[in-house]
């Protein structure tokens, strides 16, 4: 059991080192601190968004599936503009294209579902 385990991570480690091989250049070298803070910005970027997108859908008096599409809409436009900004070279600020569209949807939509509920609350129920 504990050998298949151990071959198991060792095979994944060794194609995750070569999938940063096929879409990262030998001599780019990224540092961890630089990643950590990139991902941080990705954050404070997605919980504006959010605040944001919710207070506006509030206002709007959007509610049940079009508020959620309006959020998923302000989602993709700010992965589109991030990506945007790195100029297309993702791969220069992280390792994978995947940590732009998706770092922190979920803390994002808690967030948007809060703004959104109370300014509907206070501009339209009260």
């Given at each position: 059991?504990?050998?298949?385990?151990?071959?198991?991570?060792?095979?994944?480690?060794?194609?995750y080192?070569s999938?940063?091989?096929?879409?990262?250049?030998?001599?780019?070298?990224?540092?961890?601190?630089s990643?950590?803070?990139?991902?941080?910005?990705?954050?404070?970027?997605?919980?504006?968004?959010?605040?944001?997108?919710?207070?506006?859908?509030?206002?709007?008096?959007?509610?049940?599936?079009?508020?959620?599409?309006?959020?998923?809409?302000?989602?993709?436009?700010m992965?589109?503009?991030?990506?945007?900004?790195?100029r297309?070279?993702?791969?220069?600020?992280?390792l994978?294209?995947?940590?732009?569209?998706?770092?922190?949807?979920?803390g994002?939509?808690l967030?948007?579902?809060?703004?959104?509920?109370?300014?509907?609350?206070?501009?339209?129920?009260?």
């Open positions: 059991g504990n050998f298949r385990t151990r071959s198991f991570k060792l095979s994944y480690y060794n194609e080192k999938y940063l091989r096929m879409t990262r250049k030998e001599n780019e070298p990224l540092s961890p601190i990643l950590q803070g990139n991902h941080a910005v990705v954050s404070y970027c997605r919980t504006a968004l959010s605040a944001t997108s919710g207070i506006v859908a509030g206002i709007l008096g959007l509610y049940g599936l079009h508020g959620f599409l309006f959020y998923i809409f302000a989602s993709l436009l992965s589109v503009l991030l990506i945007g900004k790195a297309c070279s993702w791969n220069s600020f992280f994978t294209p995947w940590d732009i569209w998706s770092n922190g949807i979920l994002g939509t967030t948007f579902i809060l703004f959104w509920t109370f300014l509907y609350g206070l501009v339209h129920v009260y």
